[in-house]
């Protein structure tokens, strides 16, 4: 059996960037803020705040785990591979959100069973891993956020195994549109990388983009494409 995580001695009063961080975590975080002050300034204690730069493998497949990553600015994309080289895209985090991959692993003591990848310029506080468990043994409210996480996760999950199984890829191709252009119509992303995060490959989803575009859905182009009829994408999409 395991031993339990040493118990970590009272961090001493708060330094100017600490006590940032604190704030900056409770903005990015409101259930961690919701958790308490006292909650925050331990976390804040004893992260390490790092940046990294787009396209940075984060973790990879049958790796231990470094830390439970506290996101606040871009986002990972986290992808399990097949031996025939198609990937599943299984979820992003985003500022405010955490990994539940990492939390299992780190409280299951296991490898990363997915890979992890920076999609964009990163900054994020990393919990180290005996820091982590002494605070999910020892701190109430941080323990519920970190399992609050799961069930989180769980349910967006068992949506993405609903969609694959029971939805046509037009349909979830129009949907995954639709999602990407709220913000902005022009969707900067290869026909791989859509195909990716559909769990397609590239050919297939060409067909479908090139099938949108004729039917005035959207306008390609090189590594973009642009939302020209988003009605009707959502209601291709709400036929799935």
Excluded: W
Excluded at 4 to 10: M, N, S, V
Excluded at 33 to 53: I, S, Y
Excluded at 75 to 84: D, E, M
Excluded at 118 to 127: F, G
């Amino acid at each position: 059996m395991d031993e339990a995580p040493p118990a970590l001695p009272a961090p001493p009063a708060m330094s100017d960037s600490a006590a940032a961080l604190a704030d900056r975590l409770g903005a990015a975080f409101p259930p961690l803020a919701a958790a308490g002050r006292p909650t925050l300034e331990r976390v804040a204690a004893r992260c390490q705040v790092r940046h990294v730069k787009a396209g940075t493998t984060m973790f990879g497949e049958h790796q231990p785990c470094g830390g439970f990553p506290l996101v606040l600015a871009g986002s990972i994309r986290v992808a399990q591979r097949y031996p025939n080289g198609r990937e599943m895209q299984l979820y992003r985090v985003g500022p405010g959100d955490s990994c539940v991959l990492s939390s299992s692993c780190l409280l299951g003591r296991m490898h990363y069973p997915a890979n992890g990848t920076a999609e964009s310029d990163l900054e994020l506080a990393v919990l180290p891993p005996d820091d982590f468990r002494t605070l999910v043994a020892e701190d109430p409210a941080f323990r519920e956020y970190v399992f609050s996480l799961f069930g989180e996760r769980l349910a967006s999950l068992l949506g993405l195994v609903e969609a694959v199984t029971y939805q046509k890829l037009d349909r979830r191709l129009a949907a995954l549109l639709v999602a990407r252009a709220k913000d902005d119509p022009l969707i900067r992303a290869t026909h791989q990388s859509i195909a990716d995060e559909l769990g397609s490959v590239r050919e297939i989803v060409t067909r479908l983009l090139r099938n949108f575009e004729d039917r005035g859905m959207v306008e390609l182009g090189r590594e973009r494409i642009r939302v020209a009829d988003e009605l009707a994408l959502a209601e291709l999409a709400r036929q799935g």
